[in-house]
């Protein structure tokens, strides 16, 4: 594979000079892995409210977010940033304020983020000011960066009402970016709203106005296949994040078979650390592919490939940017992952069972070498752009002032 300006410009036999050569043999070289739905700087809160459901979790995340400055944004996602490029994930889909913080992170470890600032309610949140002035300030300054795409997030039905969606919406058609949302990831979230509005979350949200295909919705578990159609309808994408949604006991299993069947664009997500506990894709396609089969009853649906793909074109669909991303293809931004099947786990490998060892046998620390528009971010497993260990004692050390204070 060549790799000029940060495209991809030949695939095959190349027979040019190059001023640097990655060695792949005995490796599979991917598309970057995508992590549609995240909150990179909660790597902080990495193990604070494990084995208890979400709305124990909610409280104790928010109780750390309210003590959480600039500083431990920027040194959070910086930590998460390391960990995706250790283990393959080129771009990443986050949900968070301060995303200023985690655009410095991603700038300075050279990865590609999809950063939606979040709105909610003036009263339900941690942030400092009006959340939708700071999203709108936010898309502002970071609208045509390379690596970076802005866009508008909002927490929920839970914490935002009508109004608050309405502005989100407004912002983000102004400037003509995307928006990112939590939909009907718990069966009280659904029963609450129903009990408010007497709709649940999408008939509500279809109701005010808000699906449109600049929404990617992340869980959508607890959805008909009325609502299933009607995001489909509306050209909704969904992040389906299968780790975080049995870890929490979320209930239930998100319809991704029947959302691919209308059309809808599914990729995986990881969401945050407090709820995963990492972000090693290679992981969560496993545990999507099971999932599935084992709720199914049926050993052919999720395959191997399909689940590959939630993590890389179908991710890149999501976000509509499958025409630069997601695949191996020339002309295709070069953001690439190179994965070692050398490992006693994933021997024997020939051509027949590649995509079976990626998504049953490989791990993220398979991963060699990880390539950002070009950019080469890691080789023979040593990250280049940032330094591993300091990054890593910084987040230590932040992590322990903020639990001690
Ligand atoms: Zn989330």
Redesign the pocket.
Known sequence: MLIEDGRIRAVGSVDRDASEVIDCTGCAVLPGLINL???VPNTLLRGIADDVPLEEMLPRAYAIDAKLTRRDVQVGALLGCVEMIRSGTTSFHD?FFWEDEVARAVRESGMRGFLSWVTLDEQATTQRGNPVKNADAFVAKHKGDPLVTPSVGVQGVYAASEETYAKATEVAARHGVRMHT?LA?TRGEVESHRKVTGLRPVEWLEKIGFLDPRVTA??CVWVTINEVRTLARHGVSV?H?PV?NMKLASGGVAPVLEMVQEGIAVGL?T??PI?NNGMDLFADMKVAALLHKATRWDSRVMSAQAVLDLATIDAARALHVDAELGSIEVGKRADLAVVSLKGAHTTPFYPDNVISHLVYSCRGSDVVATVVDGNVLMADRIVRTVDEGEVVARAQETARELFEA
């Open positions: 739905h995240h909150h949900l939590h990831e992340a869980h992040a994040c975080s997500g969401d945050s709820s």
